[in-house]
C-alpha cells in the first residue's frame, strides 16, 4: 500500500490549515520534513515542529504534528497530521515536499475508501460522513450522524437476519427433503417474507422525507417583468441582493441564492420578466426563465395586484399549468385590483396574497412554499433515508422479495424461489458495503471530497 497525502482544510487562508498523510510512509515522511527525529513522534501525541524543506535546510513553518498509529486511525493505517499556519502557499509547499518523499497525491475519498477497506466502518458510514460534511442546514446534519453511528446498518440488520433465517430454511429443504415443504411450513415462510419486503418498501418510503432535507428545493419566481420578483426575491433572502426598478426588464441574467425555510434548504431563483423582447440580451434571459422552469421543484407564478390581470399573466399561467407551482399576488399594501380578484377568485384558497416592499405575509407564503413538501407518513424523529442508491436497493430487495413469493405460491420448487432471496440479500448488503463490487466503490467515492 502506498502513502497518499491531501490537504485536509477548505483551500485558501485560515488560522491552521492540515495536510494528512496516511500509509506505511507516513511516520517516516514526517521524520525527513521536519526538525525532529520520527522517534519523537508518539501514537495521539501532538509535537510543535518546524517543518523543513530537506535540499535547501529552509525552514517553511512552525506546525503541530499528530502520529496516529495503525490500526487506531481514521484510515486504520499510519497517520501523520501536520497542523501549519493555514497560508495557501505554505500547504502547496509542503503539500509537494510530501510528494517528493515519496507520497502520492489521495484521489478523492481515498481516505474514506481505506477506512472502509481496514474495517473501520462500513459503507453507509462512509457516505454519512461525505453528506455531513455536504449537510446545507442543522436537520440534515443530524440525519448525518445518526448513520454515521450506525443507524442505518442497525436498521437494516434484523431484516438480514429474518431473510437469512428464511434462506437457511428453505437451502435445508432443497438439501434433506425429498418431498414438498409441508403446506403449513410454506405458509410460515411466505408470512415471514412479505412481513420482511413490507418492512424494506416502509424504510424505503422515508426517502422523500429524507432527500427533502438533504437536498432541498429548487424554487423559481417567474412573471412578466415589473410584477416584482426581484423584490420578493430580496425580502425572502433579507437582504437587497438583487437590482429593483420601476422599469420593466431590469433583471436579465438570473440570480441563485441559498436559504433555509423550516429546517429545508431551498435554492431561490430570480428570473427575467417574461415577455416578448426585441432585445437580444433580455431575449436570451427569457429563454434562461423559461428552462429554469422546467427545471424547478416549485415555480411560483407572481401577479402584480395593481396592474390588473393583463394577456401576458393569462400566458404564463397557461404555461406553468403542468408544472408545480404556486399562484402569488404581490403589491397588496396598494390594494387589488379587480381583474385579479375575479381571475384569482376560483382557486382564491390556493392563491398567497403578500407584499414584498412590506413584509406582509411572507411567512404565509413560506409555508405555502415547503408545507406541501413534507410527508406526512413520516414519524417525527424517525431515520431517514437520504441516499438514492440506498432507496433504490431498498425497493429492489422488496421487488426481488415479491417475486419470490409469487413463485413460491405458484409451487415453484425452492431452488428457484432463493433466487430471488439470494438477490435480496446482496441488495440489503450493497447498501453497507458487504457485497458492493469494486467499481461500485470507485463510483461512490469518486462523489467524495479530495482529503476526506
Ligand atoms: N408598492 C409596492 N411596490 C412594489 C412591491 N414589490 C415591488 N414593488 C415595486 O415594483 C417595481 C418593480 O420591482 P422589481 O422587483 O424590480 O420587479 P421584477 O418583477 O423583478 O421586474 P423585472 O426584473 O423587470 O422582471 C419596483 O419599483 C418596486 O419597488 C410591493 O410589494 N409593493
Ligand atoms: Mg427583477
Excluded at 517543518?51 to 513553518?61: A, H, Q
Excluded at 453497507?432 to 482529503?451: H, N, Y
Aim: proline share 3%.
Amino acid at each position: 500500500m502506498d502513502t497518499i497525502v491531501a490537504l485536509a482544510t477548505p483551500v485558501g487562508r485560515s488560522g491552521i490549515g492540515v495536510v494528512r498523510l496516511s500509509g506505511p510512509g507516513s511516520l517516516a515522511i514526517a521524520g525527513v520534513l521536519t526538525d525532529r527525529n520520527e522517534s519523537v513522534f508518539n501514537p495521539r501525541r501532538s509535537v510543535l515542529a518546524k517543518v523543513i524543506d530537506p535540499v535547501s535546510g529552509e525552514t517553511l513553518d512552525e506546525a503541530v504534528i499528530t502520529y496516529f498509529k495503525s490500526p487506531r486511525s481514521f484510515t486504520g493505517e499510519d497517520v501523520i497530521e501536520l497542523a501549519c499556519h493555514g497560508s495557501p502557499v505554505i500547504l502547496r509547499q509542503v503539500i509537494d515536499l510530501c510528494l517528493k518523499s515519496g507520497a502520492r497525491m489521495a484521489d478523492p475519498g481515498e481516505f474514506s475508501l481505506r477506512a472502509l477497506a481496514n474495517g473501520r466502518m462500513n459503507l453507509s458510514q462512509a457516505e454519512a460522513i461525505r453528506d455531513l460534511i455536504d449537510s446545507q442546514t442543522v436537520a440534515a446534519a443530524r440525519q448525518s450522524v445518526r448513520q454515521l453511528e450506525g443507524e442505518l446498518s442497525n436498521s437494516l440488520q434484523p431484516l438480514k437476519d429474518d431473510l437469512l433465517d428464511v434462506i437457511v430454511v428453505l437451502e435445508s429443504s432443497l438439501e434433506f427433503v425429498e418431498d414438498d415443504l409441508p403446506e403449513k411450513q410454506t405458509e410460515q415462510i411466505r408470512t415471514r417474507l412479505a412481513g420482511i419486503a413490507r418492512r424494506a418498501r416502509e424504510f424505503a418510503a422515508t426517502f422523500r422525507a429524507g432527500r427533502l432535507l438533504r437536498e432541498g428545493l429548487k424554487v423559481a419566481l417567474v412573471g412578466r417583468p415589473n410584477v416584482g420578483k426581484s423584490s420578493l426575491f430580496n425580502a425572502l433572502l433579507g437582504h437587497e441582493r438583487a437590482i429593483v426598478t420601476e422599469i420593466p426588464g431590469t433583471t436579465r441574467d438570473q440570480l441563485h441564492e441559498k436559504l433555509v425555510i423550516g429546517n429545508i434548504p431551498i435554492s431561490l431563483i430570480d428570473t427575467a420578466g417574461l415577455r416578448e423582447t426585441d432585445d437580444t440580451v433580455e431575449s436570451i434571459g427569457v429563454e434562461r426563465s423559461r428552462l429554469t422552469m422546467a427545471d424547478a421543484d416549485l415555480v411560483i407564478l407572481l401577479l402584480d395586484a395593481t396592474v390588473g390581470f393583463t394577456a401576458e399573466d393569462e400566458e404564463i399561467w397557461k404555461s406553468i399549468e403542468p408544472l408545480n407551482h404556486l399562484i402569488v399576488v404581490n403589491k397588496i399594501d396598494l390594494g387589488i385590483s379587480n381583474e385579479v380578484e375575479t381571475k384569482i377568485a376560483v382557486h382564491k384558497s390556493d392563491v398567497v396574497m403578500v407584499s414584498a416592499k412590506t413584509g406582509e405575509n411572507l411567512d404565509g407564503l413560506e409555508h405555502a412554499i415547503v408545507d406541501p413538501f413534507h410527508a406526512d407518513d413520516v414519524e417525527p424523529g424517525s431515520f431517514l433515508i437520504s441516499d438514492a442508491r440506498h432507496f433504490d436497493l431498498l425497493e429492489r430487495t422488496a421487488d426481488e422479495i415479491e417475486s419470490s413469493i409469487i413463485l413460491l405460491d405458484q409451487k415453484m420448487s425452492e431452488e428457484i424461489v432463493l433466487v430471488g432471496l439470494h438477490n435480496a440479500i446482496r441488495f440489503l448488503g450493497e447498501i453497507t458495503g458487504e457485497t458492493t463490487t469494486e467499481d461500485m466503490l470507485t463510483r461512490i467515492f469518486s462523489t467524495f471530497c479530495i482529503g476526506k
